[in-house]
């Protein structure tokens, strides 16, 4: 039996959408201590699991490799269609386990092209393989979903900054179906205007990376901010505005009242905040949870700090 415990992981943005340099998407994101996955697995006489997208991508893993029948069992989930990355990080752990019990001798590379996530996005590739902030670079426009996209950047996140992770419940069903059609728009996606792209890419390279290097969190936060909205304006056309929903325009706001920066997390819900001290931290948590109260809103609001180590395979 193995046991992998497997970050989730926040979206900042992809900086290009427009290809006409030859590549697409890119992601800048972050990989978070809570939530997490949790899955056990073991041999089974036939094959069992109490999730049924982890039978799924089980199924995509036959498809390539023959191995025995086993048993998953989710100990601890990462909430599912809210931004997170439940389902890329699930399809990799469970060919990390699958790999380990069965000794297939397969690389995380192996294992994304076979069950076929993480390679629009690999945010959640770099996640699972090594965590902290992830600068990934797109795919050849050529390639889609034939390669996983290369890291350009990846750095430990200091300890003494904070996420303020919101997950408003309300907008919760709508989004779950804009999810289930996410890769009809993806492939349908209209191009984002290059002069877009230019300042998105300048955002990541002149303010974003160096003020990461720097430390110097208020300029990050400055940039990841800019970044996120200038972003969700061309999104604005899959979604409800620059954000999702109502709801998350005004926590964003609200959060930046005290944190660093306020972005939404791929279609949301979640959106997020990030400050360097514990107290400013459950500042920005109880305003989130007070607005979220004022709204019906029955969502909710937490502390996390970056998991800066990747996914984690215990045997026995």
């Not at 970044?227 to 899959?238: A, E, Q, T």
Request: hydrophobic share 40%; proline share 5%.
């Amino acid at each position: 039996m193995v046991r992998i415990i497997a970050p989730a992981h926040l979206h900042a943005g992809n900086p290009d959408l427009s290809g006409d340099m030859g590549r697409l998407f890119g992601t800048l994101g972050f990989a978070i201590e809570y939530p997490y996955l949790e899955v056990e697995i073991e041999t089974s006489e036939k094959d069992k699991a109490n999730d049924k997208d982890a039978l799924r991508f089980l199924e995509r893993l036959r498809e390539k490799y023959e191995f025995p029948p086993v048993k998953i069992e989710i100990k601890h989930y990462i909430p599912k269609w809210v931004g997170l990355g439940f389902h890329t990080t699930l399809a990799l752990t469970l060919g990390l386990g699958i790999n380990r019990i069965y000794n297939l001798g397969l690389s995380l590379e192996d294992i994304a092209l076979t069950v076929r996530r993480g390679l629009i996005t690999a945010l959640g590739f770099y996640a699972v393989k090594l965590g902290g902030f992830i600068v990934e670079g797109g795919f050849p426009v050529n390639k889609r979903e034939k390669v996983v996209p290369p890291l350009i950047f990846r750095e430990n996140i200091p300890e003494n900054w904070f996420f303020v992770v919101a997950i408003p419940e309300t907008p919760r069903k709508d989004l779950e179906e804009v999810r289930r059609v996410e890769d009809e728009i993806l492939t349908n996606l209209k191009k984002m205007p290059p002069e877009l792209a230019d300042r998105l890419s300048r955002i990541v390279l002149m303010k974003i990376l160096p003020a990461f290097v720097e430390r110097d969190i208020k300029a990050f936060g400055e940039g990841l901010y800019q970044f996120n909205n200038l972003l969700g304006k061309f999104w604005s056309d899959y979604q409800e505005s620059i954000y999702c929903c109502e709801l998350v325009s005004e926590g964003i706001k609200v959060m930046l009242e005290d944190a660093y920066c306020a972005c939404q997390s791929s279609w949301g819900p979640t959106f997020y905040g990030l400050v360097d001290d514990r107290h400013k931290a459950e500042i920005v948590r109880d305003k989130i949870k007070k607005l979220f109260e004022e709204n019906g809103d029955s969502g909710e609001v937490f502390i996390t700090k970056a998991n800066n180590t990747g996914a984690v395979i215990l045997d026995g």
